[in-house]
């Protein structure tokens, strides 16, 4: 299958774009490639989980030299995430790929309302979001984690809208934040994932290097561009995504 490794590369790229600009690891377009290219899903999701950290890990460097990560936050949110993400890759055979697939779209259109809900909070006291933030980092990790070995993403699409809800994060240092926790987080699914025989090494790194390179480039445009563009475009990918599960569930 590696005669179609130019898809591969392509899609890594892709993927590193949508890291560096979105906070995701990318897992939301890599996945569907492998299987595309007649991978199965479990193998997809676990092959994804090691491109990730490539991609994730090229942004996170880009963000640290650029003097725009902060390690304490993301510290702490990728500590329950490594932990939860291992539940995944034990459950994962387990479950119909329909269920998996249909809860990922509804998931998908529920951080959209996240989204939204964080700004109709904006007036909150800040006392009262901060007195909260042990358990909101617990929970926004956990999450991540959970996605990270169910479906072979980053965790990104939950993460960035929860640290907006729960810990009062502007948009742009959610996504920094968020890439920098995906790192560990995938490491975490990767090695779960290979212990049960499930992630190819070629594919994984010919998709990790395309996203190494677009995640270089995005990075260094995220600070540059209007908070509502960036807001803008991660929930109109949410949306586009949400449509495309619901679809690949409904013909299982």
Not at 40 to 61: K, M, P, Q
Not at 159 to 169: C, G, R, Y
Not at 217 to 236: C, E, G, M, N, Q
Request: charged share 10%; with cysteine; net charge positive.
């Amino acid at each position: 299958m590696l005669e179609n490794w130019w898809i591969l590369a392509a899609g890594g790229l892709g993927s590193g774009l949508l890291a560096g600009l979105l906070g995701i690891g990318g897992g939301t377009v890599l996945v569907p490639i492998l299987v595309g290219l007649g991978y199965a899903y479990d193998r997809a999701a676990a092959t994804s989980s090691l491109a990730i950290i490539l991609t994730s890990l090229s942004g996170t460097v880009q963000n640290w030299r650029m003097g725009y990560l902060r390690p304490e936050s993301a510290i702490a949110l990728a500590i329950p995430a490594i932990f939860a993400a291992q539940v995944g890759p034990y459950l994962i055979p387990k479950l119909p790929n329909a269920l998996k697939e249909g809860a990922f779209g509804v998931l998908l259109l529920a951080t959209i309302f996240l989204v939204w809900l964080k700004k109709r909070l904006a007036n909150q006291k800040e006392r009262q979001r901060l007195s909260n933030r042990l358990p909101a980092q617990i929970g926004t990790g956990c999450a991540a984690g959970l996605l990270a070995g169910f479906f072979g993403v980053g965790g990104g699409v939950i993460m960035v809208p929860l640290q907006m809800l729960l810990l009062s994060e502007k948009i742009k240092t959610a996504i920094q934040t968020s890439l920098a926790v995906i790192v560990l987080t995938s490491i975490s699914a990767c090695v779960g994932h290979a212990y049960r025989g499930n992630v190819l090494l070629l594919p994984g790194i010919i998709l990790g290097l395309g996203g190494l390179l677009g995640a270089q480039i995005s990075t260094r445009y995220l600070p540059k561009l209007p908070d509502k563009v960036v807001d803008f475009s991660f929930r109109s990918l949410l949306a586009l995504l949400s449509v495309y599960f619901f679809w690949r569930a409904s013909h299982q």
